[in-house]
T-cell receptor
Framework: QQQVKQSPQSLIVQKGGISIINCAYE??????FPWYQQFPGKGPALLIA?????SEKKEGRFTISFNKSAKQFSLHIMDSQPGDSATYFC??????????FGTGTRFLVSP | DAGITQSPRHKVTETGTPVTLRCHQT?????MYWYRQDPGHGLRLIHY???????DKGEVSDGYSVSRSKTEDFLLTLESATSSQTSVYFC??????????????FGPGTRLLVL
């Protein structure tokens, strides 16, 4: 049973463009929402994370927006660069429970 | 990869043979996890450990067993490999499960092909 639904499956953007990856969840007990970035042949690495007490968190060109009432959170990538080309995973967890991952978005930035 | 090594990095085996994958960490983190990654499924938790000799099942534990006899090592065993276990296996570690300690750090992965 997939508890975190991620879309789109793949995304292509031109260099300098803005991209949005969306995730939706059902479990209102989730209280930690990280995004992981994975390059080919590598393990995932934490990119940015947010908790439900804030609606937005920004780190460099990456921003998480969080909508508690809609049970959705999104990753915004500004000024996309070829080096951002990777697979992005959203995830969620509650308390001492384990992380539940979305299915991933393959993101490609064209030069 | 945050002081995490996985071995082997690649393995080809035949259906019905036992396979053991090893995860070794140098961070002295308490928690260790085994995930499998498959297209269309993202990362799914197989088993995890919250201390030496303390383990528990994850979402997709059938056909897998684990052991942790030392803080630094977490072994994943496929008792009798099946083609459905062809996947990329990732080990992850974390110092804790709340606050800043809940960040999970992933190893480089093991690509397993079961023929």
């Amino acid at each position: 049973q997939q508890q975190v639904k991620q879309s789109p499956q793949s995304l292509i953007v031109q260099k300098g463009g803005i991209s949005i990856i969306n995730c939706a969840y059902e479990n209102t007990a989730f209280d930690y929402f990280p995004w992981y970035q994975q390059f080919p042949g590598k393990g995932p690495a934490l990119l940015i994370a947010i908790r439900p007490d804030v609606s937005e968190k920004k780190e460099g060109r990456f921003t998480i927006s969080f909508n508690k009432s809609a049970k959705q959170f999104s990753l915004h990538i500004m000024d996309s660069q070829p080096g951002d080309s990777a697979t992005y995973f959203c995830a969620a967890k509650s308390g001492f429970q384990k992380l539940v991952f979305g299915t991933g978005t393959r993101f490609l930035v064209s030069p | 990869d945050a002081g995490i090594t996985q071995s082997p990095r690649h393995k080809v085996t035949e259906t019905g043979t036992p396979v053991t994958l090893r995860c070794h960490q140098t961070e002295n983190h308490r928690y260790m996890y085994w995930y499998r990654q498959d297209p269309g499924h993202g990362l799914r938790l197989i088993h995890y450990s919250y201390g030496v000799k303390d383990t528990d099942k994850g979402e997709v534990s059938d056909g897998y067993s684990v052991s942790r006899s030392k803080t630094e090592d977490f072994l994943l065993t496929l008792e009798s490999a099946t083609s459905s276990q062809t996947s990329v296996y990732f080990c992850a570690i974390s110092p804790g499960t709340s606050g800043v300690q809940e960040t999970q750090y992933f190893g480089p992965g093991t690509r397993l092909l079961v023929l």
